[in-house]
């Protein structure tokens, strides 16, 4: 069994952490953070948009803390590395990692540079090292149903796509870290980036953007509003982000328009798509799934065979992070 450990113990540490005890697929030799606590503090902790969904699987004092990397790489000499830090680390603790010869496995976004995420994508290469930025929408069966109905034509041409995506502005962990917050990009690359990227992994790159961002508590990228236009008709929307005050729950979906339906999806009534004509309304319940767990099964599978991620490319990670640039440069800018 390969050896992989957690870099950065907040919430979504700890979310890989608990998906990787369960999947039993690598062994989570270490748990690296500076701050010695940060489990017992992560544990206790009521914050974050989601549930942490805690199981019994991950028995944390079990598993060795440390607060340097380079001696948690010397003592337990992992072949992987999950990492779960502030963005403003993204880029320094993965080459590190890559450039030590671990494949990473890395929370979006990638990085907040093309140039380097263009780096770490060769370093990768250079290394043969599995390389893989975490979009769980990819792995989302409410959203890979969408991919599905335009893929198979399930009901003809799409024609209107909004995606819509929202909480209150994080006050927890290290958010409440002034510097984690100037550096982080805002809701446009911490949140509105997951229907970025998965706008381009349904319907590719559109041929104009027009977009208006909000200053929020955050940065002046809190809340966007977007339109993203195809050649042939198609038009996208995104919205959402953190503007809101920071108990106001979480909530995410679609609304789509095919030629033959209409198709809607809220996390608020979790695994129901409706899909409507002009003379009925009917429902499809899907089956209960975890893309947290899906999407680090599918990078410990590829890390164990080989495999490039093809179903969540570096590549094109690193085009949703281009994407939110050309979003951010060309947007007008609203108090």
Not at 19 to 42: G, H, M, P, Y
Not at 156 to 178: D, H, Q, T, Y
Not at 250 to 264: E, K, M, Q, V
Request: proline share 4%; glycine share 6%.
């Amino acid at each position: 069994m390969k050896k992989i450990i957690v870099i950065g113990f907040g919430f979504m540490g700890y979310t890989h952490a608990d998906r990787i005890s369960v999947s039993r697929k690598f062994q989570l030799c270490a748990i690296v953070d500076r701050d010695r606590e940060i489990v017992q503090k992560t544990l206790s902790a009521n914050a974050g948009n989601l549930q942490l969904n805690k199981t019994a699987s991950l028995n944390v004092s079990a598993i060795p803390v440390y607060t340097d990397l380079d001696e948690c790489l010397i003592k337990e000499k992992p072949d992987a590395a999950a990492i779960c830090l502030p963005t403003q680390y993204h880029y320094s603790i993965a080459k590190k990692c890559l450039s030590a010869g671990l494949h990473v496995f890395m929370e979006k976004p990638m990085c907040l540079s093309a140039d380097e995420g263009r780096e770490l994508i060769n370093l990768a290469a250079t290394y043969k090292r599995v390389f893989m930025i975490a979009h769980c929408l990819r792995f989302s069966e409410e959203y890979l149903y969408l991919k599905k109905c335009i893929d198979e034509n399930l009901y003809g041409k799409p024609e209107f796509i909004s995606f819509s995506r929202s909480s209150g502005a994080p006050s927890w962990g290290g958010w409440k870290n002034n510097e984690v917050r100037l550096n982080s990009g805002g809701a446009l690359y911490d949140m509105n980036i997951h229907d970025i990227d998965f706008l381009n992994y349904l319907c590719g790159k559109p041929a104009h953007i027009k977009s208006v961002l909000i200053k929020g508590p955050v940065s002046t990228a809190d809340y966007i509003l977007s339109s993203w236009q195809y050649t042939g008709g198609l038009m996208a929307h995104i919205q959402g982000g953190f503007l809101f005050h920071s108990k106001m729950p979480f909530s995410c979906g679609y609304i789509c328009r095919f030629s033959d339906a209409s198709l809607r999806y809220s996390s608020i009534n979790k695994n129901v798509i409706e899909i409507a004509s002009d003379g009925n309304l009917s429902q499809i319940t899907l089956g209960d799934s975890d893309p947290y767990r899906e999407e680090i099964d599918y990078f410990c599978d590829c890390v164990i065979h080989g495999r490039r991620p093809e179903r969540c490319l570096p590549e094109d990670s690193l085009e949703a992070v281009i994407l939110c640039r050309e979003t951010e440069l060309t947007a007008e800018v609203s108090d």
